[in-house]
T-cell receptor, first 114, second 114 residues
Framework: GENVEQHPSTLSVQEGDSAVIKCTYS??????FPWYKQELGKRPQLIID?????GEKKDQRIAVTLNKTAKHFSLHITETQPEDSAVYFC?????????????FGKGTKLSVKP | DAMVIQNPRYQVTQFGKPVTLSCSQT?????MYWYQQKSSQAPKLLFH???????NEADTPDNFQSRRPNTSFCFLDIRSPGLGDAAMYLC?????????????FGSGTQLSVL
């Protein structure tokens, strides 16, 4: 089955710096790669996702890149702010519906210092 | 924006005493998922329903069961909770169609086992 590795497990940056979180996946058939943000005690919320037919996607300060050949994808946060502090999870899945389910990485705890 | 509702928010049960967690959705989504999340770990998929079609993960213990009596409701039954079952249980939904894989999470039920 699919296995998702995520690094680093913790990341501390100064406000205004960039943060990069990297994930690798094992199943070359995976075609959907979302990123979830989970603040302490709250539900995970989707912040950005990318499909295998796209190499890069950007939404304001957040961007995701995908390298299908190497089977890795990354989350980039620019101009970090204290409210970006949270745990970020990457995930991968093959198909939607009855055959599909998301496999999550172990998470990265991001701390943004004012 | 309570589209996926989990009750109760906190649940305390005794070792070996059956417990049921509930989830309801107002999104009319086809797929409902149950995830287990232990402290500082990624959400782990237990099982999911695509409509009435039940899909169990291979490593989900028999102690965990689920019911989906209709589109809106899904229940997680833990037949004989052990201390190791203390965790946050997250319900999530998705449309289940290709191009609509986004998961919508509930706020979770924090289960304590005494």
């Amino acid at each position: 089955g699919e296995n998702v590795e995520q690094h680093p497990s913790t990341l501390s940056v100064q406000e205004g710096d960039s943060a990069v979180i990297k994930c690798t996946y094992s199943d070359s058939a995976s075609n959907y790669f979302p990123w979830y943000k989970q603040e302490l005690g709250k539900r995970p919320q989707l912040i950005i996702d990318i499909r295998s037919n796209v190499g890069e996607k950007k939404d304001q300060r957040i961007a995701v890149t995908l390298n299908k050949t190497a089977k890795h994808f990354s989350l980039h946060i620019t101009e970090t702010q204290p409210e970006d502090s949270a745990v970020y999870f990457c995930a991968a899945s093959k198909v939607a519906g009855s055959q599909g389910n998301l496999i999550f990485g172990k998470g990265t705890k991001l701390s943004v210092k004012p | 924006d309570a589209m996926v509702i989990q009750n109760p928010r906190y649940q305390v049960t005794q070792f070996g005493k059956p417990v049921t967690l509930s989830c309801s959705q107002t999104l009319n989504h086809n797929v409902m998922y149950w995830y287990q999340q232990k402290s500082s770990q990624a959400p782990k998929l237990l099982f999911h329903y695509y409509d009435k079609d039940f899909n169990n993960e291979a490593d989900t213990p028999d102690n965990f069961q689920s019911r989906r009596p209709n589109t809106s409701f899904c229940f997680l039954d833990i037949r004989s909770p052990g201390l190791g079952d203390a965790a946050m249980y997250l319900c999530a939904t998705s449309m289940g169609d290709r191009d609509n894989e986004k998961l919508f999470f509930g706020s979770g039920t924090q289960l304590s086992v005494l």
